[in-house]
Nanobody, 124 residues
Framework: QVQLVESGGGLVQAGDSLRLSCAAS????????MGWFRQAPGKEREFVAS????????IYADSVKGRFTIARDNAKKSMYLQMNSLKPEDTGVYHC?????????????????WGQGTQVTVSS
């Protein structure tokens, strides 16, 4: 059974930084792609970033490119999202997610395991 638990969210001002963490209880963590998605109230879930099994390949949504950095530590079975220069439009519930294969994806339908999410609120 796979369990994902996010942490690190909070209330910040525009321009601030946050670092989100995702702790995985996952025997095959080092073999799978991981990703971050976010969802604002009343809006569709949005892709943020994903990272391949090795961590050597990453992809970002255009809206966060240059500001956010995704990383993973397979020894710790953890994934991270460093968010800098936060904007009010970054506000939402951030979920970590797991894909059962190691190649990158930007589509939520490819991810079969999800955490409960952590709230990120960026004030103007």
């Amino acid at each position: 059974q796979v369990q994902l638990v996010e942490s690190g969210g909070g209330l910040v001002q525009a321009g601030d930084s946050l670092r989100l963490s995702c702790a995985a209880s996952d025997y095959f963590f080092s073999d799978v792609t991981m990703g971050w998605f976010r969802q604002a109230p009343g809006k569709e879930r949005e892709f943020v970033a994903s990272i391949s099994w090795s961590g050597r390949n990453t992809i970002y949504a255009d809206s966060v490119k240059g500001r956010f950095t995704i990383a993973r530590d397979n020894a710790k079975k953890s994934m991270y999202l460093q968010m800098n220069s936060l904007k009010p439009e970054d506000t939402g519930v951030y979920h970590c997610a797991r894909r059962s294969v190691g190649v990158l994806s930007t589509s939520s339908v490819d991810f079969s395991s999800w955490g409960q999410g952590t709230q990120v609120t960026v004030s103007s």
